[in-house]
């Protein structure tokens, strides 16, 4: 009997390649996952309706773990399961904190993206990556400034994202961001970016609120992932499965490592545990 019930698996170098295209393999594990009686939930930093369109229209989807747990959604009913959101006054303090760099930075809230509107503007300078330079400038709202407009909305957001391309930069902020905000979990998904959630907003925990809302033990759970933004997820899960192309972190972490995302190693890990006679 096939042991894994649930299967978290992020998206963007995982589930999808390099070129940000499920393959045709990818696509026939899924299905034949979900055909055993496996629950597929897509596990990501973006909102449900910024993921790719060939995800969101996986006929067998419940649930989508999204914007690095900060909310575990019930596709069919519409609905948060749980939600985990940074209060207004922190929001505020980090962006203050921000606004003494050169960064550019945007929020969720809502399900969507909130950016101010010169800082979407200048956005190719900071953001070397057409996919998020894309993305960044169709799935976020511009507004003429960002704080002054979460304070007339006067409640919390779902994660804060900031850019840059200065690598060392970056890793300075990572440090002096999780020290200075200890009630914050701080995070990576690409090389120029870093994604800023509620301490409770990570996939890890969201896997085991969804596992306790479905009555399911975290053991039988798989995760698969090649981000920081993976790191509770993979250590959570019953099995960690890290893509060969992970950061060294959750290479590390893994129980064990699969192909990398342009060598179908997610259907690689599928295959393995979730498709029963199939190896």
């Avoid at 060294?248 to 545990?273: F, K, N, Q, Y």
Wanted: with cysteine; proline share 5%.
């Amino acid at each position: 009997m096939n042991s894994v019930k649930l299967l978290a698996l992020d998206l963007d170098g995982t589930l999808l390649n390099s070129q940000k295209e499920l393959t045709p393999r990818t696509r026939d594990a899924l299905y034949a996952a979900a055909e055993a009686g496996v629950e597929i939930v897509p596990t990501t930093g973006r909102f449900f309706t910024g993921m790719p369109e060939v995800i969101q229209k996986l006929p067998f989807l419940h649930y989508a773990i999204t914007i690095n747990g900060a909310q575990v959604y019930d596709i069919r009913e519409n609905k948060a399961v749980s939600t985990a959101e940074i209060p207004l006054e922190t929001a505020l303090r980090v962006l203050e904190y921000l606004d003494g760099f050169p960064v550019i930075y945007d929020c969720y809230q809502d399900n969507w993206g909130w950016m101010t509107r010169s800082m979407q503007e200048t956005a190719a300078a900071f953001i070397p990556f057409e996919h998020a330079l894309r993305m960044v400038r169709e799935l976020r709202t511009p507004i003429d400034e960002l704080k002054a407009y979460l304070r007339e909305q006067n409640r919390g957001v779902q994660k804060l994202q900031l850019f840059t391309p200065d690598d060392a930069l970056r890793r300075q902020l990572l440090k002096d961001l999780t020290e200075r905000f200890g009630t914050l979990s701080v995070s990576t998904s690409m090389p120029c970016n870093i994604e800023i959630n509620d301490a409770h907003a990570n996939k890890g925990e969201a896997i085991a609120s969804l596992t306790a809302y479905l009555g399911l033990p975290m053991a039988a759970t798989m995760a698969i992932g090649d981000g920081l933004n993976d790191r509770s997820m993979i250590k959570m899960a019953g099995i960690g499965v890290a893509m060969a192309n992970a950061c060294p972190e959750i290479l590390a972490l893994a129980d064990e490592v699969t192909a990398s995302c342009d060598e179908d190693g997610a259907a690689l890990a599928i295959e393995r545990h979730c498709v029963p006679g199939r190896t």
